[in-house]
């Protein structure tokens, strides 16, 4: 074995700076991550639109129209949908709310387009605002969604002022 070192000295040199030059290339070496980002940054795009998709049910086939100035309670866990009629008088509408400990999502829609909302779900006393007109649209719909089971809410639409 001695005679093997020393007859191919020469070739642990050569692989000495093999090892080196592999190492070096490895520290400088930058890949091209560019198709990965743009896969991750479309993934992320999608998953925002996806959070941002307001799941309405369709199926309530009798709604009242409710007055402003009163008092909605909790319809309990999913999706509670009412109309409120705002009357001729054009102003801020302000909306109280009540989420109590659970979060729920409350969602303000003109003409079937959201004017305000909670921003997603939250929890506690809060109010949300908007202006109306009643040149275009004499009441407003609010869709509270409440995910989790036990929950409690409540909400009042204020009138116009």
Known sequence: M??????????????????LGILIYALFWEPNLDSYNKKIN????RLIECENRVIIDTTAVDQKIIDCDATVKSGGQGITENIHDLGNKKGK?????????????LIVY????????TNGLVSGRGYVEFNFDPTTSKSCKIVVQAPQENTEWQYLVNCPK
Do not use: A, G
């Open 2 to 19: 001695k005679d093997f070192f020393y007859k191919y000295w020469y070739l642990f040199y050569i692989l000495f700076f093999l090892l």
């Open 42 to 45: 479309d993934l992320n795009q």
């Open 93 to 105: 509408v302000i909306v109280e709310f009540d989420m109590n400990r659970i979060p729920d999502e």
């Open 110 to 117: 003109l003409d079937d387009k959201v004017v305000t909302s």
